[in-house]
């Protein structure tokens, strides 16, 4: 019979004793409640191991578009007199709830490339030589901010991930901004390309996956769009076109991520939980985009509202199980703007109070649909709102929705 002192313990026994040492070292011995820790007054402190969100920065074009004269300088820069296109175009402006956009696009580089606005003519070339340019001047606007804000050096960052449908060439645009911003040659680059309106939540889904990994990197996300690519003049081949031309603006955005041991002069302000993804099959063509001779086209199927309606409570709730929680109003919102049509769907869906989705609805007012960075947008006034104490949940979920149908998806929660 073995002696007490050296106990003959079973594998299962063994990787329970892992697991609990495991959980004992990263939880420090606090106290758990579902296998979640709580801090004293309800919030929870930075969890060890975690990873969190750490700075935000954003970029934007000089030319600043007001809503009000989209109509009269979209159809002068497209030399369009047609009056069904205008008064349908003045009806989207109004419904897009958009008042300010940003934009690359202007008169001056219409008059530079007068072929952008020639309908038919083979004008990838020059458009990319514009967007490929564009997003990284903005891209790295957003990342020094980010950068600033974080108070450390560029050369700390251990990786980037860059994050755009708006170029096309070789090497890629995370080399070039890695350049540009004088980041460690060995800095680890992640591209995530043409993931149209979900790519910002997949870059920190990604993020995450990251930082957790690689206990103390700290990961730089930026994102960068312009609609350069995909400027025309209006068609009644193409009645999308002027749904882009009320609703899409340009920008970049950066979040800085990391996990581990923070510094004193690190500020989080929020933990990513849990993340998931999940497509909905069948829906491929809901949201089609081709690149030709021309540049890209979009379209969007009127039914996107509706197929993302039929999927968002089961998707939310698998987000929301991981903490127990069941009632939608129970957690914070930050969801990705796509447009109005959307924000009211899931609204009514989940019978949101209207105040969970005003900082989405915010966003788009003041940017409008930037593409992959309107979601960090929606964080940074959702930071704000911690900061002044004006959301008592302490559980928030962040959605995103692109081509597939993608819904993209991460459990999160504040940090004191």
């Not at 251990?158 to 060995?186: C, F, M, V």
């Not at 979900?198 to 700290?218: F, M, Q, V, W």
């Not at 933990?271 to 379209?299: A, C, H, R, W, Y």
């Not at 199980?321 to 919102?333: M, P, R, S, T, Y």
């Amino acid at each position: 019979m073995a002696s007490p002192r050296h106990k003959i313990t079973t594998p299962a026994e063994n990787l329970k004793g892992r697991k609990r040492r495991r959980e004992e070292s990263q939880w420090g011995g606090m106290a758990m409640t579902g296998g979640i820790s709580r801090g004293a007054n309800g919030k929870s402190p930075a969890s060890r191991g975690k990873a969190m969100l750490l700075a935000l920065g954003k970029g934007f074009p000089d030319q600043v578009l007001p809503q009000e004269k989209v109509v009269e300088g979209y159809l002068q820069d497209s030399c369009c007199d047609d009056p069904a296109t205008r008064a349908k175009l003045e009806r989207l402006c109004k419904t897009t709830t958009v008042r300010t956009r940003y934009t690359v696009m202007s008169k001056e580089l219409l008059d530079q490339h007068p072929e952008l606005k020639t309908e038919g003519a083979p004008t990838l070339t020059p458009r990319l030589d514009i967007c490929n340019a564009a997003v990284i001047d903005l891209g790295a606007t957003a990342a020094r901010a980010a950068l600033d804000e974080w108070g450390r050096p560029a050369a700390d960052i251990t990786h980037l991930i860059y994050i755009s449908s708006s170029e096309l060439r070789l090497p890629g645009g995370d080399l070039h901004l890695a350049a540009r911003l004088g980041l460690n040659p060995n800095t680890v680059r992640t591209s995530l390309l043409f993931l149209g309106c979900s790519g910002g939540a997949a870059a920190l889904r990604t993020a995450k996956d990251i930082a957790e990994n690689n206990p103390g990197s700290r990961v730089l996300v930026t994102a960068a769009e312009t609609t350069v690519l995909g400027f025309r003049p209006p068609s009644y081949d193409r009645p999308y076109d002027l749904v882009g031309a009320a609703l899409f603006g340009d920008g970049a955005s950066a979040v800085i991520i990391g996990a581990g041991p923070m510094t004193p002069a690190e500020n989080p302000f929020l933990e990513l939980e849990f993340s998931t993804q999940e497509f909905l099959p069948g829906t491929d063509k809901v949201i089609d985009g081709k690149i030709s001779e021309e540049g890209i086209n979009f379209k969007l199927g009127r039914d996107l509202p509706e197929k993302i309606e039929s999927r968002i409570e089961g998707f939310c709730r698998t987000l929301m199980e991981q903490v127990g929680i069941k009632d939608f109003n129970d957690v914070f919102w930050a969801v990705h703007p796509g447009g109005p049509a959307i924000l009211n769907r899931l609204e009514v869906c989940l019978e949101l109070h209207p105040e969970k989705l005003k900082i989405s609805r915010k966003a788009l007012m003041n940017y409008g649909n930037v593409s992959s960075n309107t979601i960090f947008y929606v964080l940074e006034y959702l930071r704000d709102e911690l900061k002044k104490g004006a959301i008592s949940e302490e559980w928030g979920l962040i959605l995103a929705f692109g081509p597939g149908i993608t819904f993209e998806g991460l459990l999160v929660r504040g940090v004191n």
